[in-house]
């Protein structure tokens, strides 16, 4: 789920902790966030579940002890402009340590790695929903959900690993991007059909502004570094960090508006600045930024989160994170082995891959919104956020423990 999609809850009346003001709502969130990211670094795991679970813990769903609820935040609305920005620092850092020379120079190998990772991931999906009987259409609702990596909680393991320098960032990212692509795509047309609005034109249409946004960006990022360079010459760091976060911004926003994740947005931005001799100076301002507002996008998806809907498809979730993650991790592999990877880095690729995350709820929104069955308004939603939680936690999990799944396998 992208932070623009979260929804803001008010819970009324419920029996709980006394009304803070919103300063030290915000203060309480932060320390208990410091405190479980602390713990989590001291275990040698990435921070990102205890975020999650941070806000499980004090959101609007909070448990309840007696009569007094431990809701700390009742509106994860409160965070929503902080987490969004999240999303869209991480995804520029990456872009800024990805150039599009790497990108377009290595096209080959990101479509042979790519088509690795569709060829087997995507499959699994569906044939997951027809076991559990549902319908040709609700089981491709399903392969999207199980088969979209998860951007953000990628881009910040990378970060947080040092793997974002290393070769195998290139393939997980590359795979990442075409992986966000084809999802979007397939999004479109199936959303279509679900709402009865299937009409070639309008696919075409929604399709075509999203695929005019992305080209218009890669363009000014590839030809535009020149007068990137020249406009942010300033030696004032006020300016220099307002303009850099006033574009990622922007461009991310209408990158919303014309039918495009802000994330690849953001990525594009990125790479724009990463052509320019402003890279070290922007690691130095804006990385405190990024890890705030990220920190706040994990907390706000746990806090949007019904701790109930987890038990009520435990069974499905823990059938379909049985059989996708080794699926994820072989197709993973594959894709590191069709790009030219040693075993080693390959096996990294596909622990990488493995979170599910952003896209995933997003489509699970959408269904409950304007789902027409049981299993779309209702199925679906519950089992897409236990899945997410799942294999968000196991697949930073994973990444931590890639050279020795290596080691494990290969026997080196």
């Known amino acids: 789920m992208t932070a623009a999609s979260l929804p803001a809850f008010s819970l009324q009346g419920t029996s709980g902790l006394p009304t803070l003001p919103p300063l030290a709502v915000a203060g309480a969130v932060l320390v208990l966030l410091a405190a479980a990211g602390g713990a989590s670094r001291r275990l040698g795991y990435s921070v990102i579940p205890a975020y999650i679970l ?23 609305g409160t965070f929503r402009l902080l987490a969004e920005l999240g999303v869209v620092l991480l995804l520029f850092f990456v872009g800024l340590e990805l150039s599009l020379e790497q990108l377009f120079t290595n096209r080959a190998q990101f479509v042979r790695a790519g088509a690795a990772d569709v060829l087997i991931s995507a499959p699994i999906g569906v044939l997951i929903g027809l076991a559990f009987g549902w319908s040709l259409l609700e089981s491709a609702f399903l392969a999207l959900i199980v088969f979209n990596s998860s951007t953000v909680i990628i881009a910040k393991s990378l970060l947080d690993l040092g793997w974002i320098a290393d070769a195998e960032s290139d393939a997980i990212l590359g795979v990442v991007v075409i992986e966000d692509v084809l999802t979007a795509a397939a999004f479109a047309v199936l959303s279509a059909v679900l709402l009865g609005v299937a009409e070639p034109e309008t696919l075409l249409r929604s399709l075509g502004t999203a695929a005019a946004f992305v080209g218009v960006v890669v363009a000014i990022a590839h030809y535009g570094a020149d007068r990137l360079e020249r406009a942010f010459s300033t030696t004032s760091s006020e300016l220099f960090l ?171």
């Open 54 to 76: 941070v806000g499980l813990a004090v959101g609007p769903f909070a448990p309840a002890v007696g009569d007094l609820s431990l809701s700390l935040v009742r509106d994860p």
């Open 242 to 412: 307002l303009g850099v976060l006033g574009v990622a911004a922007l461009v991310a926003g209408l990158g919303i508006v014309s039918g495009v994740s802000e994330a690849v947005a953001a990525f594009f931005v990125g790479t724009a600045f990463g052509r320019t001799s402003h890279v070290q100076r922007i690691e130095t301002l804006v990385v405190p930024v990024r890890d705030l507002s990220a920190a706040l996008f994990f907390f706000a998806v746990g806090a949007a989160t019904d701790p109930r809907l987890l038990a009520a498809t435990a069974l499905p979730v823990a059938v379909a994170v049985a059989v996708t993650v080794p699926g994820q991790l072989v197709s993973g592999y594959l894709a590191g082995r069709a790009y030219g990877l040693d075993a080693t880095r390959a096996v990294r690729v596909g622990c990488a891959l493995a979170p599910r995350g952003e896209f995933s709820l997003v489509i699970a929104a959408f269904l409950a919104a304007a789902g027409t069955t049981p299993v779309f308004r209702e199925t679906l939603p519950a089992f897409t956020v236990g899945y997410v939680l799942v294999t968000a936690t196991l697949g930073t999990v994973l990444m931590n423990r890639a050279d020795d799944i290596s080691r494990l396998a290969f026997g080196r």
